[in-house]
């Protein structure tokens, strides 16, 4: 069975640093891969995906993410963080042409960005 | 257009008690979650159904917890008995076909059972 591993539970940086947020998953299968985040009070939203091609993957508000098949991880980044990136993040995979394959989350980087 | 909405959004029941949490879906997804997120847990997989095929019931954490999903639509997770470590809060999310696209989650459900 599938499974996802964040290793850093909370971030703290400061504007304008730059940003990487660690996601390892378990599977030796092919898989797709995503990022949600989950701004304060608000419901959590896709940041980006990860189905196939370009392993380097853009998504929202500048954030991107590599896929490297190799270390079975998918890093998050973002070049020059905002105090408005202040959230949780949540890394999941999905095994793909599984028949009935469910979509597992990690447990969530908490990123607190000091204005 | 209509996103998925959860019903109650707050619920606060005494220990013992049975509880019923409903997931309204958005038109058309086949693929339907329910995940608990506990503080400092993380997101917690609940139960999957896709379509017409049995659901995946694997992430129950007890048989005290059931789901079914009426009509391929609407979804109620029941509780029975509750206990004060099933406080937390219980997103719905739905997608389109297998489950491997985007999910849309609904506002959740804080349950607090005294």
Redesign the interface.
């Known amino acids: 069975a599938q499974s996802v591993s964040q290793h850093n539970h909370h971030v703290i940086l400061s504007e304008a640093a730059s940003l990487e947020l660690g996601c390892n998953y378990s599977y030796g299968g092919t898989v797709n891969l995503f990022w949600y985040v989950q701004y304060p009070g608000q419901h959590l939203q896709l940041l980006l995906k990860y189905f196939s091609g370009d392993p380097l993957v853009k998504g929202i508000k500048g954030f991107e993410a590599e896929f490297i098949k190799s270390k079975f991880s998918f890093n998050l980044r973002k070049p020059s963080v905002q105090w408005s990136d202040t959230a949780e993040y949540f890394c999941a995979v999905n095994a793909r042409y599984s028949s009935a394959s469910k979509i597992i989350f990690g447990s969530g980087t908490r990123l607190s960005i000091r204005p | 257009g209509a996103?998925v909405s959860q019903s109650p959004s707050n619920k606060v029941t005494e220990k013992g008690k049975d509880v019923e949490l409903r997931c309204d879906p958005i038109s058309g997804h086949t693929a339907l979650?329910w995940?608990r997120q506990s503080l400092?847990?993380?997101?917690e997989?609940l139960i999957?159904f896709?379509g017409n095929?049995a659901p995946?019931k694997?992430?129950l954490p007890s048989d005290r917890f059931s789901a079914e999903r009426t009509g391929g639509s609407v979804s109620t997770l029941t509780i029975q008995r509750t206990q004060q470590e099933d406080s937390a809060v219980y997103?719905c999310?739905s997608s389109t076909d297998?489950?491997?696209n985007?999910?849309f989650?609904?506002?959740?459900t804080r349950l607090t059972v005294l």
Not at chain 2, 40 to 43: D, S
Not at chain 2, 105 to 108: A, D, I, R, S
């Open positions: 996103g979650y995940y400092g847990q993380g997101l997989f999957y896709q095929s995946d694997s992430g997103l999310a297998r489950g491997y985007e999910q989650f609904g506002p959740g």
